[in-house]
């Protein structure tokens, strides 16, 4: 039988090593890697379970797959619990040991590409690709790497645009359920008849078009991270099913009386002020508070002017492929300068869609500040009737000289005080205690 199969598996492509036992096979297994390895169940001395075992810790990588003229369903059953990939009953027919392994190398193959998938998913969203040297992004960072390993739910504060998924597909990648799921659901762009459905599931007859059962995406995510966005815009009935949710750790599809547990992390994201929906009678107030256990706040882009360029040159390496024929692709200093300066009301997003449409539309190797929309390039441009600066024409320079002035006139008409002062400026607190500090007035 050995030689029968090494001679099939040679003619179709295989390099294939025959041994008489299993402990034969752990041997070769110790000494270099294999594929698949092909094994009796009933064998003198150690058998084809045990084998299977010891392969698997060996060689966790190796698809094992046994075969026996014992072909009874337990034996078939015990060895696919101890994972074996597939059972092959003697006698077999050659063709139908090799659509096995075909099959098992086609496997193999996804697991691999889903495994680089996942590599490359991961690097993509390590804290580090949270671009920025402010100290408003280096607190982000902090809150973010602190809270990460722990099961506790998250709530996103942030306008459209400053990277709410990111931060949450960060706080999944540095967790301990980083190899599960990470599954995000917009609660703004499903249909609130829907919705429910969507994140519970549903059974088959609950409505007119469950044709079958659904298995909803709080139960996709088990094991991992359910990314709740737009958190704000959910109806207030289904508010309370997601209370419960979070409470009972428990989902009930849509027409049905049973309750499966699940264990997720809730990482919810909104752009709404919640207390005040809260207030309002639009949100409840329960579900905020079981939602908000850590809040982290997401700085918007005109906040910390000092990481546009970084953002600018982050976002120009990623589009440069796009333009293989301009080689070193730049900034110009005027174009960096007129980024810095517009106030970015669509914040990182805008940002990134600028950079994006700057590289397609560029004449040569210098993206000139011509490249930009005219409402970047308004937002450098001097008022009309402004007298012209003396000395340096650095927009960078004024732009500091301009801020500081009307930090120093806040904290002047509010007395000092910096609550006040933030408000009148459209600033967090901590954006104008961290400018305060960097430009010498406390």
Same mark, same amino acid.
């Given at each position: 039988?050995?030689?029968?199969?090494?001679?099939?598996?040679?003619?179709?492509?295989?390099?294939?090593? !025959?041994?008489?036992?299993?402990?034969?096979?752990?041997?070769e297994?110790?000494?270099?890697?294999?594929?698949?390895?092909?094994?009796?169940?009933?064998?003198?001395?150690?058998?084809?379970?045990?084998? @299977?075992?010891?392969a698997?810790?060996? =060689?966790?990588?190796?698809? %094992?797959i046994?075969?026996?003229a014992?072909g009874?369903?337990? $034996?078939?059953?015990?060895?696919m619990?101890?994972?074996?990939?597939?059972?092959v009953?003697?006698?077999?027919?050659?063709?139908? %040991?090799?659509? %096995? @392994?075909?099959?098992?190398?086609?496997?193999?193959?996804? $697991?691999?590409?889903?495994?680089?998938?996942?590599g490359?998913?991961?690097? $993509?969203?390590?804290?580090?690709?949270?671009?920025?040297?402010?100290?408003?992004?280096?607190?982000?960072?902090?809150?973010?790497?602190?809270?990460?390993?722990?099961?506790?739910?998250?709530?996103?504060?942030?306008?459209?645009?400053?990277?709410?998924?990111?931060?949450?597909?960060?706080v999944?990648?540095?967790?301990?359920?980083?190899?599960?799921?990470?599954?995000?659901?917009?609660?703004?762009?499903?249909?609130?008849?829907?919705?429910?459905?969507?994140?519970?599931?549903?059974?088959?007859?609950?409505?007119?078009?469950?044709?079958?059962?659904?298995?909803g995406?709080?139960?996709?995510?088990?094991?991992?991270?359910?990314?709740?966005d737009e958190?704000?815009?959910l109806?207030?009935?289904?508010?309370?099913?997601?209370?419960?949710f979070l409470?009972e750790?428990?989902?009930?599809?849509?027409?049905?009386?049973?309750?499966?547990? %699940?264990?997720?992390?809730?990482?919810?994201?909104?752009?709404?002020?919640?207390?005040?929906?809260?207030?309002?009678?639009?949100?409840?107030?329960?579900?905020?508070?079981?939602?908000d256990?850590?809040?982290?706040?997401l700085?918007?882009?005109?906040?910390?002017?000092?990481?546009?360029?970084?953002?600018?040159?982050?976002?120009?390496a990623?589009?440069?492929?796009?333009?293989?024929?301009? !080689?070193?692709?730049?900034?110009?200093?005027?174009?960096?300068?007129?980024?810095?300066?517009?106030?970015?009301?669509?914040?990182?997003?805008?940002?990134?869609?600028?950079?994006?449409? !700057?590289?397609?539309?560029?004449?040569g190797?210098?993206?000139?500040e011509?490249?930009?929309?005219?409402?970047?390039?308004?937002?450098?441009?001097? =008022?009309?009737?402004?007298p012209?600066?003396?000395?340096?024409?650095s927009?960078?320079?004024?732009?500091?000289?301009?801020?500081?002035?009307?930090?120093?006139?806040?904290?002047?008409?509010?007395?000092?005080?910096?609550?006040?002062?933030?408000e009148?400026?459209?600033?967090?607190?901590?954006?104008?205690?961290?400018?305060?500090?960097?430009?010498g007035l406390?």
């Amino acid at each position: 039988m050995r030689h029968l199969l090494s001679v099939i598996l040679a003619d179709r492509g295989y390099e294939a090593r !025959a041994v008489a036992s299993a402990e034969d096979a752990l041997k070769e297994l110790a000494a270099r890697e294999y594929d698949l390895v092909l094994t009796d169940v009933r064998m003198p001395g150690m058998d084809g379970i045990a084998l @299977l075992r010891e392969a698997q810790r060996l =060689q966790p990588d190796a698809t %094992v797959i046994v075969m026996s003229a014992y072909g009874s369903q337990e $034996a078939a059953i015990e060895a696919m619990k101890a994972g074996a990939y597939d059972f092959v009953s003697k006698p077999f027919r050659p063709d139908e %040991v090799v659509l %096995v @392994l075909r099959k098992a190398e086609e496997r193999e193959r996804l $697991a691999r590409e889903n495994r680089r998938l996942r590599g490359e998913l991961a690097a $993509a969203y390590r804290p580090e690709h949270i671009v920025g040297a402010s100290e408003a992004v280096q607190e982000l960072l902090r809150r973010v790497r602190k809270v990460a390993p722990q099961k506790t739910t998250v709530l996103l504060h942030g306008e459209s645009g400053t990277g709410k998924e990111l931060v949450a597909r960060a706080v999944h990648e540095l967790s301990p359920r980083a190899s599960f799921p990470f599954v995000a659901v917009n609660c703004g762009a499903i249909p609130a008849e829907l919705l429910e459905s969507e994140l519970f599931g549903h059974v088959k007859g609950a409505f007119t078009d469950a044709s079958r059962n659904k298995k909803g995406l709080a139960a996709e995510a088990d094991g991992g991270t359910l990314f709740l966005d737009e958190i704000g815009e959910l109806p207030l009935g289904l508010q309370v099913k997601l209370l419960r949710f979070l409470q009972e750790e428990e989902v009930r599809p849509v027409g049905d009386n049973r309750s499966r547990k %699940v264990d997720v992390r809730v990482v919810a994201a909104t752009a709404r002020d919640l207390k005040r929906a809260v207030a309002e009678g639009r949100f409840r107030e329960d579900l905020f508070y079981r939602l908000d256990v850590v809040g982290v706040r997401l700085p918007p882009l005109r906040e910390r002017p000092g990481d546009v360029p970084l953002l600018a040159r982050h976002f120009l390496a990623r589009f440069a492929p796009l333009r293989p024929e301009l !080689a070193g692709l730049e900034f110009s200093e005027e174009a960096l300068a007129a980024l810095a300066a517009h106030r970015w009301p669509g914040n990182v997003r805008e940002l990134e869609h600028v950079v994006e449409r !700057a590289v397609v539309l560029a004449e040569g190797p210098v993206i000139a500040e011509e490249d930009l929309p005219d409402a970047v390039r308004a937002g450098s441009a001097p =008022q009309p009737g402004a007298p012209a600066p003396e000395g340096s024409l650095s927009v960078k320079r004024a732009t500091r000289e301009l801020e500081e002035r009307l930090i120093r006139a806040a904290l002047e008409r509010t007395g000092g005080n910096r609550s006040r002062a933030a408000e009148l400026l459209d600033l967090s607190y901590r954006a104008l205690l961290y400018k305060i500090k960097d430009y010498g007035l406390g």
